[in-house]
């Protein structure tokens, strides 16, 4: 049975990016980190309460509800400190739309604002890209149309890979990507995207990142959506991020990062060579992924 949303006076409260933290996997790191008194209690509670009501949609794909047990949508949004008031920016959603059925109707309900920002394929350097980006995007854009009351109110926005803008400088409280470093850092495009994400982000506002994660530093040209915590933590810092918070929601100790075709060998793609057992790679689940909160400084 589906479960009713909150309404909008309880959507639009807000809460601390440590009070999300707390109870939620978060590995506070912050130095000033200080407990919730009563009034961010409450707020932490409601706008968890919104979250855990959008995951359970019955809009959803159920394909991306099958795979909620190795993404952990409610507690990394909490860790990120989204709530539902919030303008936030989803970088590269793919055509699967998956953070889209959570976050576009969880802004739509609490009078927030949800940005999916999308690659515009006439901007892209090959035919081979200008012709996935195409099918992508008219994928995303049809599985939007088929549900307007949950998806009506997103706000797409095609981006230049090679110099991207997001939006009006410092319009943004959020800016989150999923699993997309990999492919910027190999083509060379890691420095412009984070300092596109410092720039359309308020001060104050937060960097969301979830990455797939190797054990030690990987060239741009090894690169197999693995990278490590290091490069991801000096090229935000290199940007004017400041690291606020680690997680290890999405950690997967059973993967060993070592598979015949990188990350893509595991679910959800299985790209597994020929004559090996896919239900080794099932055994293992998705990706080890690092999960981090920056903050972009207030002054």
């Known amino acids: ?13 807000l809460a601390t990016p440590m009070a999300f933290a707390h109870n939620h996997g978060g590995e506070a790191k912050a130095a000033d980190a200080k407990p919730m008194d009563a009034a961010a209690h409450d707020a932490h509670e409601q706008a968890k309460a919104a979250i855990d009501a959008v995951v359970a949609g019955e809009w959803r794909t159920p394909a991306n509800v099958a795979r ?25 959603p793919g055509s699967g739309a998956w953070w889209t059925e959570i976050l576009a109707p969880l802004a739509k309900q609490g009078g927030g604002t949800y940005i999916a920002a999308i690659t515009d394929p ?17 994928k995303f854009r ?44 190999r083509n060379g495009q890691a420095d412009g995207q984070m300092a596109a994400f410092f720039a ?39 940007a004017g991020f400041v690291l606020e918070a680690k997680s290890e929601i999405n950690a997967n100790p059973k993967d060993t990062k070592d598979h015949p075709n990188g990350v893509w060998t595991l679910p959800p793609n299985l790209d597994v060579p020929e004559g090996e057992d896919k239900a080794k790679y099932q055994a293992i689940g998705e990706s080890d992924r690092m999960t981090l909160r920056f903050r972009k400084p207030k002054a």
């Open 68 to 92: 909620d047990g190795f993404r952990h949508p409610a507690e990394t949004l909490a860790f990120f400190g989204v709530t539902p008031s919030m303008t936030v920016v989803e970088v590269s």
């Open 1 to 13: 049975m589906r479960r009713t949303l909150l309404s909008a006076t309880l959507l639009t409260a």
């Open 122 to 138: 006439a901007k892209t350097t090959s035919d081979r890209a200008r012709e996935y980006f195409t099918g992508d995007n008219a």
């Open 142 to 185: 049809e599985r939007l149309a088929k549900a307007p009351e949950q998806f009506g109110s997103a706000v797409l926005r095609e981006v230049d890979p090679t110099a991207p803008v997001y939006g009006e400088p410092g319009s943004a409280d959020a800016v989150l990507t999923f699993r997309n470093l990999h492919g910027w850092m």
């Open 200 to 238: 359309v982000l308020k001060p104050g506002g937060v960097l969301g990142v979830e990455q797939h994660r190797a054990n030690a530093d990987v060239p741009a040209d090894k690169i197999q959506g693995y990278v490590s915590e290091a490069q991801v933590i000096a090229l935000a810092e290199a």
